[in-house]
């Protein structure tokens, strides 16, 4: 079977919150573990040094081949991905590449960072603010999309409002609410996430920080 009808056997990824460990992630954990380790490695060895399942982990190697970060060692007449040995040959820093099984970088998710980052550094900010900011940071951000976020955030307890939305008179428009983070809730550099069961999830902290009140008929 050939390395791409390997990978393609492989199921989808686990959500966020079932592969974190640490406050790190699969690919994380398994990346720094390739970083660490001295010379050729084999897919067997990261795999239980970062904790991380042999296909999981197989099938991000051959993501990483394929975007050209790491090489392998042709294994004539074994099984490729136990015998391999693998070199990374395009060191991307502490950060673990993030690419898909084509071995393109993934741009989902760089909105979140860039708005969590910009939250720590300017300190207040409205939803217009927010998402100029982390274009700022090269990164497009609509103002639904921030304004999502906040709501997200503040639900959970990580911002505290300043200032009220405030109207500016009949037809005039209204001035928008501004938030800060509150103290001692930038729990460190990985965004907390909006997952698609609208909980908000926070990788540094390992663990689902909010999730959103189910309405009953009596709150209709």
């Not at 502490?94 to 741009?107: F, H, I, M, Q, S």
């Not at 997200?152 to 005039?172: C, H, T």
């Not at 501004?178 to 698609?196: A, D, E, F, V, W």
Request: with cysteine.
């Amino acid at each position: 079977m050939s390395v791409e009808q390997q990978v393609e056997k492989r199921g989808r990824r686990k959500p966020a919150h079932m592969e974190l460990v640490g406050g790190k992630g699969s690919r994380q954990r398994a990346w720094e573990a390739m970083r660490k380790h001295a010379g050729p490695f084999t897919c067997f060895q990261i795999a239980r040094k970062a904790k991380v399942d042999d296909e999981t982990l197989f099938t991000y190697l051959i993501s990483l081949q394929r975007g050209g970060y790491v090489e392998c060692e042709k294994v004539d007449g074994k099984a490729i991905q136990k015998h391999a040995k693998w070199t990374i040959v395009r060191d991307n820093g502490v950060e673990a590449p993030r690419v898909t099984r084509d071995g393109k970088l993934v741009t989902q998710g760089l909105g979140t960072e860039a708005m969590w980052r910009s939250m720590r550094i300017v300190g207040e900010f409205n939803t217009t603010e927010l998402a100029a900011h982390a274009e700022a940071a090269g990164v497009k951000v609509s103002e639904e999309t921030a304004k999502a976020y906040i709501g997200a955030l503040y639900g959970a307890g990580y911002l505290v409002r300043v200032a009220e939305v405030r109207s500016l008179g009949f037809g005039k428009g209204n001035v928008q609410a501004r938030y800060r983070l509150g103290p001692g809730k930038y729990t460190g550099p990985r965004p907390p996430m909006i997952q698609r069961t609208k909980q908000v999830y926070d990788p540094n902290l390992s663990q689902v920080v909010w999730k959103e009140e189910l309405k009953n008929d009596d709150d209709l």
